[in-house]
């Protein structure tokens, strides 16, 4: 009786949407800011996880939510919105990643939008450490490193991973944000894996 | 199962994106397979320490700055225009065509169908006009070679400008038209009596007063009196002894009811000069012979006409009046 019950009220979530995306459509910007206001936390949330940077993040949020105004009248309810406005950002993160690559900035710690080093792993209660100041140290040092392994990867391996590993994201849901197939998704889902495996080899 | 297809397994199976039959193959494999199970090992520790660098959800004050920003650049966007709108609106329809190919396909069978269509009707029409146009330009030029001098009717005058070898002149000219329709058209008996009174070829005026006096002998709408005017103004002034023939046949049957025609078969009867008339004449009188004016008419024909066959005939008629009265 779950799964019906879970469907009817998808259903039901997403008829509001659907009405405020045809709002928007028509030029409502009351509508536009509502679904603005559904999806900035998973947007920001993804951005400051890829760029690690909180500056960086929010140039991402604000062009992403800038095109999406832009171009809704476009939106043909062929994919979920949740969907096409996760397609937006990550083109933007992959953008982002690929100028960092350029720059070879291998920055390891989050910075936020003043350029001042936030603690990310202080930020984040873990059962296992809060009370052993080492083990958090050690965590710590842990996370720069994953950091530093992830920033190797090519921005679409990055990015197949991160949708998969951090945000939990299908293979095939990832496949249509990034205009793959699920096939090309998983491929390089097993690259980015045996990749950091090599970086992370002696870590264990 | 080989090791390399083992491994991406193993990758899809630690992320939930394995088929439970595959995953069920996959465990006979690393139960089997030392360097698979490792393998599987170094995944599951790379997702583990994947976990020292987590998710941070964003800090509400970092959202709220970010949203300001936002609505900032959003407020400096100016407004669609309804053209704008219109003409999105316009490709977002066309673009969703895009997703029902069917619907697609058969707007395109329609409109290539429909495409085909206007062209051979098109190209008909045009082979059509350009051979009218072909036939009219050669009958022009054709004409024009014969008989251009006969296309001037007549030249109304002649100015020259002064001090110039400029010369107005102006001219009627005749332009030959061609039209075919039912005798009971009245088109074509309007031309039919026009050609019994002035055409100059006697030929064509027999031919005509022939037609109209077949019409009214067959009782085809000759109730008017244009027809019957036409016919008695040939049998009164036509040179032709032919047309004046067709027009007396024409105006038989109207002898007895119509005054004006038995007057002119009369006038015919005292003054054509073609006996032939002047004999078809009295047959003609016969059903109104005991008319005064008849009588009257028969007799000085039969006193003074200078052909003595037709005094005997009517003597004859005259004698036979008494009997009938």
């Known amino acids: ?204 | 199962m080989n090791c390399e297809l083992a491994h991406e397994r193993i990758v899809l199976a630690a992320y939930g994106e394995l088929p439970d039959e595959q995953g069920h193959e996959l465990d006979r494999h690393l139960a089997a397979c030392t360097d698979c199970s490792q393998e599987r090992e170094q995944l599951l520790a790379l997702k583990t320490l994947a976990t020292a660098y987590p998710v941070v959800e964003p800090d509400p004050n970092f959202i709220a700055r970010s949203r300001m920003r936002l609505e900032e650049s959003l407020d400096a966007i100016p407004p669609k225009r309804w053209y704008e709108r219109v003409g999105q609106r316009i490709v977002n329809n066309f673009s969703s065509l895009q997703a029902a190919p069917v619907a697609a396909v058969l707007l395109l069978i329609v409109g290539a169908g429909a495409g085909t269509l206007g062209g051979y009707e098109y190209a008909a029409a045009r082979t059509a006009h350009n051979a009218g146009r072909a036939a009219a330009a050669q009958a022009k030029l054709e004409h024009s070679r014969d008989t251009a001098p006969a296309e001037i009717a007549n030249i109304s005058s002649i100015e020259r400008e002064p001090n110039s070898e400029i010369i107005h002149v102006t001219y009627n000219q005749l332009v030959p038209q061609h039209i075919q329709g039912s005798l009971d058209d009245p088109g074509i008996r309007q031309l039919l009596m026009l050609a019994s009174e002035n055409a100059t070829s006697p030929g064509v005026r027999d031919d005509s007063v022939g037609l109209l006096a077949a019409e009214c002998r067959a009782g085809h709408g000759c109730q008017g009196e244009g027809i019957r005017d036409a016919l008695m103004v040939a049998l009164r002034y036509d040179k032709s002894v032919a047309v004046r023939e067709k027009a007396l046949e024409g105006l038989q049957p109207y002898v007895a009811e119509d005054m004006r025609v038995r007057d002119a078969v009369l006038e015919a009867l005292l003054n054509d000069g073609d006996a032939r008339i002047r004999t078809a004449a009295i047959t003609i009188l016969e059903p109104v012979e005991a008319d005064t004016s008849v009588r009257q008419v028969l007799s000085t024909v039969a006193n003074s006409d200078h052909n003595p066959q037709i005094r005997t005939v009517s003597r004859q008629v005259l004698s036979r009046a008494p009997e009938i009265q």
């Open chain 1, 1 to 204: 009786m779950d799964g019906p019950d879970r469907a009817q009220e998808r259903l039901q979530a997403r008829a509001p949407e659907m009405e405020l995306i045809r709002e928007a459509q028509a030029g409502s910007r009351a509508a536009f800011d509502a679904l603005v206001r559904q999806y900035e936390q998973q947007v920001l949330r993804l951005a400051l996880h890829l760029t690690g940077s909180e500056h960086d993040a929010e140039d991402i949020y604000q062009e992403a939510f800038l095109k999406a105004f832009r171009y809704i009248g476009n939106f043909r309810f062929e994919c979920s919105f949740y969907t096409w406005i996760y397609r937006i950002v990550t083109n933007l993160c992959l953008d982002q990643l690929r100028r960092k690559k350029t720059r070879r900035e291998d920055q390891a710690v989050v910075v936020d939008h003043s350029g001042d080093e936030i603690d990310v792993l202080a930020s984040v209660s873990d059962n296992r450490s809060f009370s052993n100041p080492a083990k958090e140290l050690d965590r710590k040092v842990l996370g720069e490193r994953i950091q530093v392994a992830l920033s190797k990867l090519t921005p679409r391996e990055r990015m197949v991973f991160e949708l998969k590993h951090y945000q939990g994201l299908r293979l095939r849901t990832i496949g249509e944000m990034l205009n793959t197939t699920e096939e090309t998704a998983k491929n390089t889902l097993f690259r980015a894996t045996k990749k950091l495996r090599t970086q992370l080899a002696g870590l264990r």
